[in-house]
């Protein structure tokens, strides 16, 4: 019997999630870092085997949000998992913040959907920290499972997808196997170039840039790319280009140089940085970023 289904990947901000879809599929498909509020996107991962299909929904961090982007962000964590056949809830056993964690429990314990808790970062902790932590979720009594992982070290996540698949439904095959992701071309670029960035700068930075790709032109063995990068400030397009461009110039070498292996052809990226004031909060900014605003 073939199973196949949707996994809504939830939790707060940093907890994992992305490094979770990408060690499960394989492939990085969602951006990764150390900072807060790294994935604004639905994105979804797709696992395949003989015998079922999983497509993982990776979402952004539920968070208190502050600006229009911020709302979008957890409207679409929220929503994604109202279809989805499992909800993932992920915490960070390292790092328990209980207050935040309740936040993200209230979003999404009233849908119908098997409610697993898949505790991460276990790689981090005592046994006996893990232990009183199982207890503790295990007396909320909301979880039909709940499964200690880490997804960095990729414990305990054969575990995870045998319990995942016990609970799926027969199903079709809805993607053909050599697909990992949904996402466009020009997505996973512009996603590129913002990991890069949320590497290199500090405080606010990485979460006032926008990016988008305006062009691209492609050939068999090469790719032109131009790309805008939006700030909210004049004092931060300074920060984007660095002394003398130097920052945009690593920015750049170092984005060049991971397209090359993900589209396995020679990259040429120019970057025109632009300071377009409060731009989380504009429609239309946002509309153009790909962002669904009533
Ligand atoms: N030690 C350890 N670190 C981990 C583990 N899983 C993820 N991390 C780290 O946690 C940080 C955040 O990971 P992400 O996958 O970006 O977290 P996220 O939940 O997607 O974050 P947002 O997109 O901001 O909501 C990164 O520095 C990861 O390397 C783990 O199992 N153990
Ligand atoms: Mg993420």
């Known amino acids: ?44 991962g797709i696992y395949h085997d003989q015998d079922c299909q999983i497509i993982f929904t990776d979402t952004p961090g539920i968070h208190k949000s502050e600006d229009l982007l911020g709302e979008i962000m957890n409207t679409n964590a ?7 056949e499992i909800i993932i809830m992920l915490v960070d056993a390292s790092n328990p913040s209980t207050k935040s964690d309740k936040y993200v429990l209230e979003k999404i314990k009233n849908q119908q959907s098997p409610l697993f808790l898949v505790l991460n970062k276990i790689d981090q902790i005592s046994k006996k920290d893990l232990l009183d932590q199982l207890t503790y979720y295990g007396s909320l009594q909301c979880f039909q499972e709940i499964i200690p992982i880490s997804a960095l070290k990729k414990d305990n996540l054969d575990h995870l997808l045998e319990v995942i698949k016990q609970y799926l439904p027969e199903g079709p095959q809805y993607f053909p196997v050599d697909m990992v ?40 063995k090469r790719m032109a790319i131009q790309a805008i990068v939006l700030v909210n400030r004049e004092s931060q397009k300074g920060i984007i280009i660095g002394e003398n461009g130097q920052m945009l110039k690593k920015i750049i070498q170092w984005t060049q140089k991971d397209l090359k292996e993900q589209f396995q052809k020679s990259i040429r990226l120019e970057i025109y940085v632009k300071a377009y004031k ?11 970023l790909g962002y669904e605003v009533e």
């Open 1 to 44: 019997m073939f199973k196949s289904g949707f996994v809504s990947i939830v939790g707060r901000p940093n907890v994992g999630k992305s490094t979770l879809v990408n060690q499960l599929i394989g492939k990085k498909v969602s951006i990764v870092s150390y900072k807060p509020q790294t994935t604004r996107d639905v994105i979804r």
């Open 78 to 84: 929220a929503n994604v998992s109202s279809d989805a």
């Open 278 to 288: 409060n731009w989380r909060n504009n429609t239309r900014i946002l509309k153009m």
């Open 181 to 220: 992701s949904d996402h466009s071309q020009s997505f996973r670029i512009a996603e590129t170039i913002r990991e890069k960035i949320l590497f290199l700068t500090q405080e606010e930075v990485p979460y006032s840039i926008g990016v988008y790709c305006e062009n691209i032109k492609e050939t068999e």
